[in-house]
């Protein structure tokens, strides 16, 4: 079977690769980037590869969605179900605010509905994540709980904020 490539307006979805690890490697290893990641900011491009090939093989194994985010051919960001209907997201700086994520995660979020049948999506965000919170609120997620001290990054904890968006309540844009 062909893997999936999603088309929106301005970005290209298409499965994440191994040669994506310079690009990404710009993202994961940026402190402000990674301020909200669930790990530490990658020290050098190895742990990158690392990090790449386990979600190639996690696609691979139909554990993960995993899609690199091209916009003018250039790697901009990452787009991911994994856990299942869990989302997850990472974009280059130099496209925050321009409404590339929106685009990305709303394209994702369709495929998710229409191809892989979820009845619902689900997001894990640091609560001072206002950016990430905000978008996925605006896509239509309802928060659906908070717990504290779920991951420790380093050398410290932080909570987690729960959301869910139902299948029944996705507008594609």
Excluded: C
Excluded at 110 to 119: C, S, Y
Excluded at 134 to 142: D, Q
């Amino acid at each position: 079977m062909t893997p999936p490539i999603i088309e929106t307006p301005r970005l290209i979805l298409r499965r994440l690769a191994n040669y994506d690890a310079p690009a990404l490697h710009a993202m994961l290893s940026d402190a402000e980037t990674m301020r909200y990641w669930s790990s530490l900011p990658h020290v050098d491009l190895a742990e990158t590869e690392a990090w790449v090939a386990e979600s190639v093989a996690a696609t691979a194994r139909g554990d993960a969605h995993d899609f690199a985010v091209l916009r003018d051919g250039r790697l901009v960001g990452r787009v991911a179900f994994w856990m299942g209907n869990e989302i997850g997201f990472l974009f280059h700086r130099d496209v925050w605010g321009q409404g590339v994520a929106r685009e990305a995660v709303g394209a994702l979020l369709r495929h998710g509905f229409e191809t892989l049948r979820f009845t619902s999506v689900r997001a894990d965000v640091d609560p001072d994540n206002q950016r990430s919170l905000a978008l996925l609120e605006r896509l239509g997620f309802r928060r659906t709980g908070f717990a504290e001290r779920t991951f420790k990054i380093g050398e410290n904890w932080v909570d987690s904020v729960y959301l869910e968006l139902p299948a029944s309540d996705f507008v594609a844009n």
